[in-house]
């Protein structure tokens, strides 16, 4: 059975950092591509950063300024995908999900909250 369990999340002010991880489990975590989503209060879910196989990163053209804020990384040894986030702004409140998909077949991670507020 797929596990996807995220941790990191909380409160934290603007400006501040925090750095999410996601450690799968009941998979072949190198094949797959890993990818955090996040959902804001009222609004869609999102995604945010995405990073392959072969360690290709992909950053959300639609979340302001990520590329130049977070960071995703994958340790493929310890089964965990990483979501290094810095000047976090108040628009980052979200719960932040990690997704993992290869081809047709994903799995979700339960969420973790991020609050930003001073």
């Known amino acids: 059975q797929v596990q996807l369990v995220e941790s990191g999340g909380g409160l934290v002010q603007p400006g501040g950092s925090l750095s999410l991880s996601c450690v799968a489990s009941?998979?072949?975590?190198?094949?797959?591509?890993m990818n955090w989503y996040r959902r804001a209060p009222g609004k869609r879910r999102e995604l945010v950063a995405s990073?392959?196989?072969?360690?290709?990163?992909?950053?959300?053209d639609s979340v302001k300024g990520v590329k130049d804020r977070f960071t995703i990384s994958r340790d493929n040894r310890k089964n965990t995908v990483y979501l290094q986030m810095n000047s976090l702004e108040p628009g980052d409140t979200a719960v932040y999900f990690c997704n993992a998909a290869l081809g047709t077949n994903e799995h979700w991670g339960q969420g973790t909250q991020v609050t930003v507020s001073s």
């Open positions: 990073i392959t196989e072969n360690r290709i990163t992909n950053y959300s």
């Open positions: 009941g998979m072949i975590f190198r094949i797959y591509t």
